[in-house]
């Protein structure tokens, strides 16, 4: 991803991505089987790639003696795409040890199923920081089959749309970050008092500010939490907030608003 406005504006009117196409792209994932073969039916496609997963990977790493609580455990975490990652919580939820959780979590990272975004960690801000991982799944179409959310209307109009927009935002900008080699140093901001940045990205020794909605219309407010970070060590660059509007704009100095279709 480029973090210069007017490569992203020549990018965003080269590539354009309608809401509802961006909510079927979401909803249908990025395997490549599903492009190959557009007959594919994305309900059993995803259907047996989970069974798949569980009764050949995951039963290779570890010792599964309830799949059935494993594929709960899936479709929980799923639904918790772009959340933080609380252990307990889920434990508790599903019966088992903390242990137990994080054994399953790493299987996941293991085989890019998950991955974790880790707290911004500046002395400047060090004692005001929630310091739990968020987690998001690397497809958006496998969190949807597992999270039940069927088809795009569902997801557009369920609790879940903020979140699931948010983990297609981020995976788009980690991918054009992996795919051209270079390390993906991500973070989220989160503190006390509820103020948060969805993803910070340092790069080269500048600090971008990220925030992900779903919404078209924004201001200055949407993005305030960005001045949390001021009193960093590291510059400030450009910082954006990525939404459905068509166009880019303005928001603050060196802030703006742009197209998802830009990333």
């Not at 889920?90 to 399953?104: F, P, R, Y």
Request: charged share 25%; hydrophobic share 40%; net charge neutral.
């Amino acid at each position: 991803m480029s973090f210069n406005p007017l490569e992203l504006a020549k990018k965003s009117n080269d590539f354009k991505l309608s809401v509802d196409e961006l909510y079927k792209l979401i909803v249908k994932g990025m395997y490549p089987e599903l492009y190959d073969n557009q007959n594919l039916d994305l309900n059993m496609f995803y259907s047996n790639y989970v069974t798949t997963y569980i009764e050949r990977d995951v039963s290779q790493l570890i010792n599964l003696k309830d799949k059935l609580k494993f594929q709960n455990f899936l479709e929980i975490l799923a639904s918790l795409t772009g959340q933080e990652l609380v252990y307990d919580t889920l434990a508790k939820a599903l019966g088992v040890k903390v242990d137990t959780i994080k054994s399953w979590i790493s299987v996941l990272l293991a085989g890019d199923i998950i991955y974790l975004l880790e707290p911004y960690n500046e002395l400047s801000i060090v004692k005001r920081i929630v310091k739990r991982p968020k987690i998001y799944f690397s497809d958006t179409g496998l969190a949807c089959y597992l999270a039940k959310l069927n088809n795009e209307n569902v997801l557009r109009n369920s609790i879940f749309n903020g979140r699931f927009i948010e983990t297609y935002i981020v995976n788009e900008i980690r991918k054009s970050f992996l795919n051209n080699g270079i390390k993906d140093n991500f973070y989220y901001y989160r503190d006390k008092n509820q103020n948060e940045i969805d993803l910070i990205i340092l790069e080269n020794g500048i600090l971008h500010c990220i925030e992900c909605k779903s919404g078209v219309s924004f201001t200055k407010e949407d993005v305030k939490s960005f001045s949390k970070l001021k009193d960093s060590n590291y510059q400030i660059g450009y910082s954006y907030l990525i939404c459905n509007t068509e166009t880019i704009y303005k928001l603050d100095d060196k802030v703006f608003c742009i197209p998802i279709s830009s990333i």
